[in-house]
């Protein structure tokens, strides 16, 4: 598991990033991502996002961002000690920046859970 740091998350972003385009995965759909359809008739089904990333990343953790952007990686690991997920999203402001944010886990070990805690946010260009 991966320990993340303020010093090293530009590298781990530009690293998912870099995987996620040479594994050929693709970011086209403009859909945006996190939320599972939960039977209101208005989804036409499954789960809103362009790519299923590695690793399924829970409800209340893709909510802890409180951002509605495209999905373009996220990887599990810890921060300071604490179970997260590092999610980046595309900046819909600024498409040559993406979005990094380290959400806490525990959330996701909850039957009914609240948004995941919003650690750490920062914008980088896009690579």
Excluded at 52 to 68: K, R
């Amino acid at each position: 598991m991966s320990t993340f740091s303020e010093k090293t998350l530009q590298s781990e972003v530009s690293g998912l990033l870099t995987k996620t385009k040479k594994s050929g995965e693709q970011s086209g759909s403009a859909k945006p991502w996190g939320v599972e359809s939960h039977g209101t008739g208005t989804d036409s089904g499954g789960v809103n996002t362009l790519v299923s990333p590695t690793p399924p990343v829970p409800e209340c953790v893709a909510q802890g961002t409180g951002d509605e952007g495209t999905l373009l990686a996220a990887k599990k690991g810890t921060y300071q000690g604490t179970g997260v997920y590092l999610l980046v999203l595309s900046n819909d402001a600024d498409n040559t920046k993406v979005t990094a944010y380290i959400v806490e886990s525990a959330c996701a070990k909850q039957a009914s859970s609240p948004p995941g805690k919003l650690l750490l946010t920062r914008s980088y260009a896009r690579s």
